[in-house]
């Protein structure tokens, strides 16, 4: 029997503008020139990924044909394909991440591109469980750590990473793991609300934003799609002039589903469990590059790079962060807010 035909939704205007009409986007091998135009613009095309400081983690790694290596957070595989171009078709990559549906995706493409088995390992486990990963592969020569959120989960609105978009307000990076963002804020009492509001953005108006939660959990109205908050941080933030109101309401955003993220996927917890257990995983030389995305992050890499290293344990960490250049930026604003840090172990 035939298959019907099914017609692609049409969208209005010239340009479309859901995630679901971006359907040359979301197909760069098919579309190549619709995405360099995008690109070319300064944005990220729907479902893509454009790796940051690329070039700066490849020259301090210092690959080698032959070596082992760790991509700590999978992620599109930009940072991966680089890595193992860098192999030369000799040694091994280990790659993790705990998004099942991003990273699925990833290595289809990587296999399509010819990195097999024997090249690249792909495993769905957190970086918080490098020792067991260790333990399977071997140590280390070289590991890259970069924490920020992919465009990809960003852009998809069924995923509910983003306040520009109507959706669920889930913030999970593996959706069948754990609780959404909409959950636990019916679990949160209005000080640990206002506690992770702070510790996980620095939010100058947490307990503002709190209140403004509480009083639609009160009244019958959870907070329980990504506008419902959005809106609820912009009432909250109703009294700030006229002038500088949506400019500090739009930040207010980004840092609230900051935190909020960090909170429902246990980020820091990971982090400390990571960066205490790195030493163990690598080989004497061992090089690390790690991109962090905020303070926070930051702040955990800086002060356990110089602990290890007043113990011996790092023969060498990076003094000052490094950051994107302009032209970089300029290519992927995204890339604006990211600092590297690197190590060496004794």
């Known amino acids: 029997m035939e298959q019907e035909h099914k017609r692609r939704p049409h969208y209005s205007g010239t340009h479309p503008k859901r995630f679901e009409e971006k359907y040359k986007e979301r197909q760069p091998e098919k579309y190549k020139d619709t995405v360099r135009k995008v690109m070319g613009k300064g944005s990220t095309p ?13 020259d301090f790694l210092q690959i080698q044909p032959g070596q082992r290596g760790l ?19 000799k040694g091994h990559l280990t790659a993790l991440d705990v998004d099942p549906i991003e990273s699925a995706k990833t290595l289809e493409r990587l296999r399509t591109d010819g990195y097999g088995e024997e090249l690249l390992t792909v495993k769905l486990v957190n970086f918080a469980k490098i020792d067991e990963v260790a333990k399977e592969q071997g140590k280390f020569d070289f590991v890259l750590a970069d924490l920020g959120v992919s465009s990809m989960q960003i ?20 959706p069948r793991e754990g609780v959404s963002a909409a959950e636990r804020l019916k679990e949160l009492t209005k000080e640990e609300l206002t506690g992770l509001l702070v510790e996980n953005s620095d939010e ?56 909020l993220r960090i909170d429902v996927n246990s980020e820091f917890e990971a982090l400390y469990a990571f960066l205490e257990k790195l030493p ?18 930051d702040r955990l890499v800086k002060k356990s790079f110089k602990e290890l290293e007043r113990e011996g344990v790092y023969a060498e960490v990076s003094r000052d962060v490094i950051r994107p250049g302009a032209e970089e930026i300029f290519r992927n ?14």
């Open 71 to 89: 991509d700590a957070t999978l992620g599109y595989g930009g940072h991966a394909r680089a890595m193992l171009d860098r192999l030369q078709g």
């Open 204 to 259: 100058p108006y947490a307990e503002k934003i709190t209140n403004q939660i509480f009083r639609r959990r009160a009244s019958g109205k959870p907070v329980e799609t990504t506008f419902d908050l959005r809106d609820a941080i912009r009432d909250a933030l109703a009294f700030l002039p006229a002038k500088e109101r949506e400019e500090e309401q739009k930040k207010a955003c980004q840092r609230c589903f900051q935190a």
């Open 46 to 58: 729907a479902g893509m990924h454009i790796s940051i400081m690329v070039q700066e983690i490849l």
């Open 155 to 174: 852009d998809d609105p069924s995923r509910g990473f983003s306040y520009k978009i109507n959706a669920p307000l889930d913030l999970r990076m593996n």
């Open 333 to 346: 604003p995204r890339a604006k807010s990211t600092k590297m840090r690197y190590c060496v172990k004794s």
């Open 280 to 297: 163990g995983i690598l080989n004497p030389g061992g090089r690390v590059a790690i991109l962090t995305f905020h303070s926070g992050e």
